[in-house]
């Protein structure tokens, strides 16, 4: 059977790094405020210099790199942000042209908020399983630094800029332990768009816009929405919970994570958390800590792991992958 077969993994972070103690001297908060309510600790916020498609670019060299391909061999990148560098083109084709991937491939954008990746991996695996393209670059980068209010608590002491990347590659696979994706299913429910949303767009105000969200209507849906979708694939992969060597989640807020991998009655010591240090990256999120945990090397070949995520929209999903 053909599956996609995870290569390699990349992140990037900017340069300057946010503490909780730091932000208070900005906003009416405290660290052990925003501890206690979200377990972050620190954020990292992108200088004028870096982009979108600059974080992009340097997560996906070093899944190059640790993948031990050269970026001509790269047909297909599909990059999942809420805040590309412009309107179009994609920050993809921005990417493409620095990485110096094939010229004539295909490279485009998705949005889906937080569960921007997650949707991302689902379409290349669909494009690399179809026969469009042999070797994938799928990547997770975001600013949301650009789009926050700095004046509202409640929302931005929670996000943070980064990048994440995988590469895969269409591989044929047999046996009982197959490697590549085993699993994804998305989802989405445009009836709460006001509950995490950001209030502008060249349609609408002709402006980007600031994000809003109300926390607690998208933290009880997140726990429901999130066990459910697990729940799903784990079915469809013809596995059990407990057959899972890692839960690696979108880090938007510990309790979240906590909440969910006890729905799942996943011990937390399988469930790979970087949110104290990152905050919430969106569609960043879920590929920054997939390669953190890669290279601590606590996620080994032959592991069983996990993906999943929910964001604006509202949209969700989940992924399995064997390592």
């Given at each position: 059977m053909l599956r996609s077969v995870l290569l390699g993994t990349g992140s990037?972070?900017?340069?300057?790094?946010?503490?909780?103690?730091?932000?208070?001297?900005?906003?009416?908060?405290s660290d052990e405020w925003i501890v206690e309510r979200t377990g972050i600790s620190n954020r990292h916020v992108a200088e004028p210099d870096e982009t979108t498609s600059s974080l992009a670019t340097d997560a996906g060299r070093r899944a190059l790199d640790a993948a031990g391909i050269d970026a001509s061999s790269i047909d297909l990148i599909v990059l999942a942000t809420a805040t590309p560098d412009q309107t179009f083109p994609a920050s993809a084709t921005i990417v493409q042209s620095r990485l110096g991937c094939r010229p004539g491939g295909i490279a485009f954008d998705v949005a889906a908020v937080c569960s921007g990746f997650l949707y991302a991996v689902g379409v290349a695996d669909s494009m690399l399983r179809a026969g469009m393209a042999k070797r994938a670059l799928v990547i997770g980068s975001e600013t949301f630094s650009r789009i926050l209010d700095w004046e509202d608590r409640t929302t931005c002491?929670?996000?943070?800029?980064?990048?994440?990347?995988?590469?895969?590659?269409a591989q044929e696979q047999d046996g009982d332990s197959p490697r590549g994706i085993l699993s994804t299913r998305l989802h989405s429910d445009g009836a709460h768009n006001q509950l995490l949303y950001v209030d502008g767009g060249p349609s609408t105000t002709g402006t980007v816009g600031k994000l809003r969200m109300k926390g607690r209507e998208v933290f009880r849906h997140a726990?429901?929405?999130?066990?459910d979708v697990l729940r799903e694939v784990v079915e469809d992969a013809g596995i059990t919970a407990s057959d899972i060597d890692w839960l690696v989640p979108h880090q938007a807020n510990a309790r979240i994570l906590e909440?969910?991998?006890?729905?799942l009655d996943l011990p937390r010591e399988k469930v790979v958390m970087t949110v104290g240090q990152h905050a919430n990256t969106s569609a960043a999120s879920v590929p920054l800590a997939l390669d953190q945990a890669v290279r601590d090397g606590r996620i080994k070949p032959g592991d069983l792991v996990m993906l999943e995520a929910m964001g604006g929209g509202f949209t969700w999903g989940a992924s399995l992958i064997r390592i």
């Open positions: 990037a972070l900017p340069r300057t790094a946010v503490s909780n103690a730091q932000l208070a001297e900005r906003v009416d908060t002491v929670l996000f943070g800029d980064g990048a994440g990347a995988v590469v895969l590659e726990v429901v929405n999130l066990s909440a969910t991998a006890k729905k």
